[in-house]
Structures are given as structure tokens and as C-alpha cells.
């Protein structure tokens, strides 16, 4: 059950994972570790820190022994706000991996488990770890309300909103179909075109992360240059809550799956979004695997 929630597909031709209970002859075990999972690109006024993380509030699966803690202080809001909270790096995996992914790999499953306090406050919103990819280093900082270079790089992150509501917040590129494409998607999807689409807003809750784990899975199908036939699904503990088809991720074969934005913060850019008090929440058991 815990494989099948963390790794929500049958298939797949070689990965890595973090977590012990997770095993097959084709996944490598890696540490929690920056070298060991390609971590660069650190934000470097906030933390990461392996901790042993709390017990959860009920035990139906196997809780990780160990995690990264993410201090969110009263009055935080993303990492580059005069007080920053949460954290942010660039995850590629480890060299295995990420030689695939820069050969050109296509199809692209990433995944985590997540638990918050017990205690937690939503506000009004904050990010979580996603993915991100694009041209060379135009891949990066493709967020934030960038404009520039927005056709060479693709970034998508879950998201939560007032009360738990979950969805996906993407950055792609502006064309006409993406537009369409992401409107359509159920119960709700919002465009911001000074910063990113709010997509499947509604479509799960964050509820039951509070003060247990859930696991979080993101699978990516690149789009074939000059066609908009990309995928995108988003899996909360196995369940299927999102699945997008007909996006356009790119229009050079340049352009490819980099790893993970391994970024979470309260926020939003502005004071109503800040944290209301003290918060922590930790992520684990961090795989990747190659589909195709």
C-alpha cells in the first residue's frame, strides 16, 4: 500500500527513492543527503535540517525515520522576503538519474511524503515542492513573475489554499492552447498573467497532512516539439487528483525535465500571507523514477 501511494504507477524503467520500505531491483537507495540527491541552488537564509520528525496523529503506514524540517517563523512568507520561512533548493537526483534526465528522458515521475504540525494555521496559501525543467540555466527561477525567456522553462508546484484546498500552480509557457487547456481543468482553475495559473483548485484537501504523512506524486510527460500533447497527473496519498493532457512544456528538444523544486514558504508576496505564528512541517522519503 505505502509502495503503490508513494510510486503510483506499475512501470518504469530505473529511479531512486529515499525511503527503505520502498524496493525494487531497479530503484537505487539513496541518503537523505544534499551530495547524494544533487541538491544545488540553495536558498541560503533558510534551512533544511534532517531531523527525526514527530509521530503522527494515527499510524496506517510506516512513518520515515527521518526527514528535512521546514521552519515557517510568525510573520514569514517566501524566502526572499524580509522574513523568510520554509525552504527552497533545486533537486536533481542523484548522478544516475540525472545523466537520464539530461540525455533527454521524456516521461518523469517524482514524488515525497509530507506531514504538518498538528497545530497547523493555513492563512491564506502557501507552496510545496514540485517540478521544473527547461533550457540550460533558463530553467531556473522560472517562477516569481518572471516574463522573460517564459517559452524555455516550465515549473509546477502543489499548492494550498485557505482551509486546505489544494491545487497545482504552473508556470509554462504562454502560448494560446496551454491557456485553454489549463481553464479547463475541474473544479476551479484561475489565471494570473503577472505570475502563475492556478490549476484544479479544489480538486483535494490538504487536511489529512496535518500531524500525519501523506505522499505527494507528480508525473510529467514532456510534449513532442511541435506538437501539445505534454501530461501532467498529481497523485495525494494514491489518489488520482489531477490529470492534465495537450500541454505544451516546450518547442526544442533543449528543453527538458531538470529534477524538483524542492521549495516550500507561506505565500504570496505580501504581509496577509505571512505565517500567524511558529510552524514546522517535514518532508521524506523522495523519489524519482524514469518512465520513459
Known amino acids: 500500500m505505502m509502495a503503490e501511494k508513494i510510486l503510483p504507477i506499475s512501470h518504469f524503467k530505473s529511479g531512486f527513492t529515499t525511503c527503505d520500505a520502498l524496493k525494487a531491483d531497479n530503484l537505487t537507495h539513496v541518503e537523505l543527503e544534499d551530495k547524494a540527491l544533487g541538491i544545488h541552488r540553495v536558498s541560503s537564509r533558510t534551512t533544511h535540517k534532517v531531523v527525526s520528525p514527530p509521530p503522527p496523529c494515527s499510524i496506517n503506514w510506516s512513518p520515515p525515520s527521518q526527514a528535512w524540517e521546514a521552519f515557517y517563523p510568525k510573520g514569514s512568507i517566501n524566502p526572499k522576503s524580509d522574513c523568510p520561512g520554509g525552504f527552497g533548493f533545486y533537486l536533481s537526483g542523484p548522478a ?8 533527454g528522458a521524456k516521461e518523469v515521475v517524482l514524488s515525497y511524503r509530507m506531514m504538518l504540525a498538528e497545530d497547523w494555521e493555513w492563512v491564506r496559501g502557501g507552496k510545496l515542492p514540485g517540478f521544473f525543467g527547461g533550457e540550460g540555466q533558463l530553467a ?16 509546477m508546484r502543489p499548492m494550498w489554499r485557505r482551509n486546505g484546498v489544494g491545487e497545482l500552480y504552473t508556470y509554462l509557457p504562454p502560448v494560446e492552447g496551454n491557456t485553454k487547456v489549463l481553464k479547463s481543468v475541474p473544479p476551479q482553475s484561475i489565471e494570473n498573467s503577472n505570475f502563475g495559473f492556478s490549476v484544479g483548485r479544489g480538486a483535494y484537501k490538504w487536511e489529512k497532512a ?35 493532457a495537450g500541454l505544451k512544456f516546450r518547442d526544442s528538444e533543449k528543453s527538458i525535465i531538470k529534477g524538483m523544486h ?11 500571507w505571512a505565517s500567524p505564528k511558529d510552524q514546522r512541517a517535514w518532508f521524506a522519503d523522495v523519489t524519482g523514477v524514469i518512465v520513459q
Open 210 to 244: 496535518v500531524g500525519n504523512w501523506v505522499a505527494v506524486a507528480c508525473r510529467i510527460k514532456l510534449n513532442d516539439v511541435g506538437y501539445a500533447n505534454g501530461e501532467v497527473e498529481v497523485w495525494i496519498d494514491g489518489e488520482r487528483t489531477i490529470n492534465i
Open 140 to 155: 531556473y527561477s522560472c517562477t516569481g513573475g518572471r516574463q522573460e525567456d517564459r517559452c524555455k522553462c516550465f515549473d
Open 96 to 103: 544516475s538519474f540525472s545523466s537520464l534526465l539530461e540525455k
Open 262 to 272: 524542492f521549495e516550500t514558504f507561506f505565500g504570496g508576496h505580501s504581509a496577509e
